[in-house]
């Protein structure tokens, strides 16, 4: 379902990002050397005492903020696998390079958290364990002939039981 989602949504960004930029620069298709390893994964599975809290937004160029209302928040456990794909669409930033990486191998999405932001672009994920993990919230753009989501990214660990709350800007 994610696989899906995510073509979709790319196609999508592909044409707001052409029709705002004037042309999207999009990198050759990308080889993952790593495989999706679930024992690698498994601890975002066990029941911790942090919670990762946040706000997700980007602003747009006249100012206006754009907030992950109501859109899916992501929390997936940073892996060898999930640091490779991370690295291929976002490269060393938070917004996507517009790579073309192959589909997540469908275990991968069996093994991160989803939660749906509130009316004022906040989340909340609860029961976390300590361990590093990315962040990856969803932000609605509003088209005049297409609409679609823009995922941005945040990187975050969690210490000793502690809660960590993130504002997530876009930029």
């Known amino acids: 379902m994610l696989a899906w989602f995510r073509a979709i949504a790319c196609a999508t960004i592909l044409v707001i990002a052409a029709g705002l930029s004037g042309c999207a620069s999009m990198g050759g298709p990308v080889v993952l050397a790593q495989r999706f390893d679930p024992a690698a ?14 706000q997700a937004f980007v602003r747009q160029t006249n100012g206006k903020l754009l907030r992950a209302v109501g859109t899916d928040v992501f929390l997936i456990p940073r892996t ?22 192959p589909d997540a191998d469908p275990l991968y999405e069996q093994y991160m958290r989803k939660t749906v932001a509130s009316s004022g672009g906040s989340f909340r994920f609860e029961r976390v364990p ?6 990856v919230a969803m932000i609605f753009l509003p088209g005049e002939f297409v609409s679609a989501e823009f995922p941005i990214l945040e990187r ?4 000793g039981g502690r809660s960590v709350r993130v504002v997530m800007r876009g930029y």
């Open 41 to 54: 994964a498994a601890f975002i599975n066990l029941e911790g005492h942090a919670s990762i809290s946040g």
């Open 80 to 101: 060898a696998y999930a640091d490779e794909r991370i690295a291929a669409i976002y490269g060393e930033g938070d917004k996507q390079k517009w790579a073309r990486v």
């Open 130 to 135: 300590d361990g590093a993990y990315y962040v």
């Open 156 to 159: 975050v660990t969690v210490s």
